[in-house]
C-alpha cells in the first residue's frame, strides 16, 4: 500500500515535515519542495538551532524543532523528507517509520547491506513506505526515455533488447547548485550529545567500499531501471573502471566508472540498444537547476530528439514523491528495491578486490 491519503482532496496540498536542512538539505530538497504547488512545508527539525532558525526564515517554515521526534509529536504531517548521511540512516531512520508517514531519504539505503536490512525490518513492522532519493530516475529524460524502453519491448519494433551501457565520468557534480545554501560552524550532535560522525572522517575517505556506495550507487540503480529486472555482476577489471552485468532475462550490461574525468562539464550518459536502434539518454550535473537531460532515439527512419520541459531532476523527484504520497504513482524506487544496490556493491568489490 502506497497511500495512506486516498480520501484527500485532490486540492489540498500536503503537509511535508523536513528531518535535516544542511547542504543536501537545503539546497536538493527544500528549495524544490517550497517551490511546487502540491505540497507546503510547515515544519523543519534541525539540531543547529542557529541554522534551524535562518534556514526557515529563508523558506518561510513555520515551525521548528531540534529533533524529528519533537516535530512528529507536534505537528500533523503527510510526509517525511529526512535528507541525512547514509551512514546514520540505520540509527535515524526507524524511529521516523514509528509516525507510519511515508518516508523520502538521500541514496543509498544505508551504509551496508546489514544496515540495510535493519532499517527494511523497521519498515515492515511499521507498515508505512520509504522512497530512496535516486533523483536520476525523476529527471525528465530518463522518465521519457523509461516509457520509450518499455514501449519498444512491448512492441517490438526494434527487435530484441540486447545490451545496456552506463557511463559515469568524474566531473563537477555541484555545477554551482550550492551557491545559496546557508552555513553554520555549529557542530551536529547525536542524540547522545557526541559529535556526529563527518563526511570527512579518516574510516569513510579512506574506504573503496564508501567512495563506490557514495558515488557510483546511482549508475548501480541506473542500470537496473534501464534494464527494467534484477541483475548480478559477472566481472570488474582490476583497474576499477568496468562493471560487467548479466540481467535476468541475459542481457548484457555495462558501467564505466570515470573511464576519464572532466573539470569544465558533466558527461553521464546511458545508452539501451535493440537489435534495430537505441535509446540515449545524457543527464546534466545532479544539482543543476531547471535543465532536463536529453534523449535521443534511433531507428531506421532516423534519429528524434523529443523537446522536454525545463524542470531539473531535483525538482520532479519532490513532484514525484507528492503524486507517490498521494497514491497517484508507486515511489520511483522504494527501500526493498534500494537494498539490492547495496548487494551489487559488495559483490563489484569482492571480483574487484578478488576477495
Known amino acids: 500500500m502506497f497511500c495512506r491519503l486516498a480520501d484527500m482532496k485532490t486540492n489540498q ?42 534556514v526557515a526564515a529563508k523558506y518561510g517554515v513555520a515551525k521548528v524543532y531540534t529533533t524529528g521526534a519533537e516535530m ?9 523528507v529526512a535528507s541525512q548521511p547514509f ?30 536490512k535493519t532499517i527494511l525490518a523497521a519498515l515492515k513492522a511499521s507498515g508505512t513506505w520509504h522512497m530512496v532519493g535516486y533523483h536520476k530516475r525523476s529527471d525528465p529524460a530518463t522518465m521519457y526515455a523509461k516509457a520509450e524502453i518499455e514501449r519498444l519491448k512491448q512492441t517490438g519494433e526494434l527487435g530484441k533488447l ?84 548479466e540481467s535476468a532475462s541475459g ?17 553521464e550518459s546511458a545508452l539501451v540498444a535493440f537489435e534495430k536502434g537505441y535509446v540515449k539518454v545524457e543527464l546534466p550535473a545532479p544539482m543543476v537547476m531547471n535543465q ?11 534519429t528524434f530528439s523529443p523537446q522536454l520541459p525545463p524542470i531539473h531532476a531535483m525538482r520532479q523527484q519532490a513532484i514525484n514523491f507528492c503524486r507517490a504520497i498521494r497514491g497517484e504513482i508507486k515511489p520511483l524506487c522504494d527501500a526493498v528495491e534500494a537494498l539490492e544496490d547495496l548487494k551489487v556493491a559488495d559483490d563489484y568489490i ?5 576477495i
Open 72 to 80: 512528529l509529536a507536534k505537528e500533523k504531517l503527510d510526509g517525511i
Open 251 to 267: 542481457v548484457t550490461g555495462i558501467i564505466e566508472l570515470s573511464p576519464y574525468s572532466t573539470k569544465l562539464g558533466w558527461h
Open 13 to 54: 496540498k500536503l503537509r511535508i515535515g523536513f528531518v535535516g536542512v544542511g547542504g543536501m538539505g537545503q539546497c536538493a530538497h527544500l528549495r524544490n519542495y517550497t517551490a511546487i504547488d502540491d505540497c507546503e512545508v510547515v515544519a523543519i527539525s534541525e539540531p543547529r538551532p542557529q541554522l534551524a532558525q535562518r
Open 350 to 354: 569482492k571480483l574487484w578486490k578478488g
Open 292 to 302: 532536463p537531460g536529453r534523449v535521443e532515439i534511433y531507428t531506421e527512419k532516423g
Open 87 to 116: 551512514f546514520q540512516h540505520a540509527a535515524l531512520i526507524p524511529p521516523l517509520y514509528q509516525a507510519k508517514l511515508p518516508v523520502f531519504t538521500e541514496k543509498p539505503l544505508a551504509e551496508s547491506v546489514a544496515s540495510a
Open 162 to 245: 540486447k545490451y545496456v551501457r552506463v557511463v559515469m565520468p568524474a566531473g563537477d557534480w555541484i555545477a554551482g547548485g550550492f551557491s545559496d545554501m546557508l552555513k553554520s560552524n555549529e557542530p551536529v550532535l547525536t542524540a547522545s550529545g557526541a559529535v556526529a560522525e563527518s563526511w570527512d572522517s579518516p574510516r569513510f575517505r579512506n574506504s573503496e567500499h564508501f567512495q563506490f556506495v557514495n558515488y557510483y550507487i546511482h549508475q548501480v540503480n541506473m542500470l537496473r531501471h534501464l534494464l527494467g529486472e534484477p541483475y548480478r555482476v559477472t566481472l570488474a577489471d582490476k583497474a576499477g573502471v568496468l562493471l560487467v552485468a
